[in-house]
């Protein structure tokens, strides 16, 4: 199976800052990596497909970067909506994984 | 709208049996593959199985093969899960989702998501 790593586990971050969360699969999954956020309750939503692809309407301050083992969440402007989980995941080979989650917090 | 609405929260005792459901609206139910995913509370994301309703070829995670069985009816545009024998370790939330795919690029994702089923077991 694929192992897909994230860090950190959480962050806490003030309304405005840059936020940048890393997945790290196992072994090269090429651009199949897709990224969800979580909220309390809530079911995961998708944010960003194919490694950089923005889901439609997602907010453009949501970015994804990365191919092969090493990829990028990015939040360019962190807004108070935008505390949760977050969610890595590799669509490269069955059995699909997902990271453990990092949780974002508003300082 | 394009949703997925699931069956409500269960309680069971260890052995029983149970089948939640996934009834899919707003888009052509058949042309999409549904996918199932746990999440024992406070924990991760874990990839239970998948069918494709327009044949019901399935897939299932090496840790719920044999475990679970991944069903649907095409013409009431319903999937299933369902369990022969719970156990305590089955406690959990469980989500259906769509399951997005292109012939082209990289696009491989779960775009719509139910809203989930708490399944408790507990003597």
């Known amino acids: 199976d694929i192992q897909m790593t994230q860090s950190p586990s959480s962050l806490s971050a003030s309304v405005g800052d840059r936020v940048t969360i890393t997945c790290r699969a196992s072994?090269?999954?090429?651009?199949?990596s897709n990224w969800y956020q979580q909220k309390p309750g809530k079911a995961p939503k998708l944010l960003i497909y194919?490694?950089?692809s923005l889901q439609s309407g997602v907010p453009s301050r949501f970015s994804g970067s990365g191919s092969g083992t090493d990829f990028t969440l990015t939040i360019s402007s962190l807004q108070p909506e935008d505390c949760g989980t977050y969610y890595c995941?590799?669509?490269?080979?069955?059995?699909?994984?997902f990271g453990q989650g990092t949780k974002v917090e508003i300082k | 709208e394009v949703q997925l609405v699931q069956s409500g929260a269960e309680v069971k005792k260890p052995g029983e049996s149970l089948k939640i459901s996934c009834n899919g609206s707003g888009y052509s139910f058949s042309n999409y593959w549904i996918v199932w995913v746990r999440q024992v509370p406070g924990k991760g994301l874990e990839w239970v199985g998948l069918i494709n309703p327009a044949d019901s070829d399935t897939r299932y995670g090496p840790s719920f093969q044999g475990q679970v069985t991944v069903s649907a009816d095409k013409s009431i545009n319903t999937a299933y899960l369902q369990w022969s024998s719970l156990k305590a370790s089955d406690t959990a939330i469980y989500y259906c989702?769509?399951?997005?795919?292109?012939?082209?690029?990289?696009?491989?994702?779960?775009?719509?998501w139910g809203q989930g089923t708490l399944v408790t077991v507990s003597s």
């Open positions: 072994q090269s999954i090429s651009s199949y």
């Open positions: 995941q590799q669509a490269h080979s069955k059995p699909w994984t």
């Open positions: 194919g490694a950089s």
């Open positions: 989702a769509r399951r997005l795919t292109a012939i082209r690029g990289f696009l491989d994702a779960f775009d719509i």
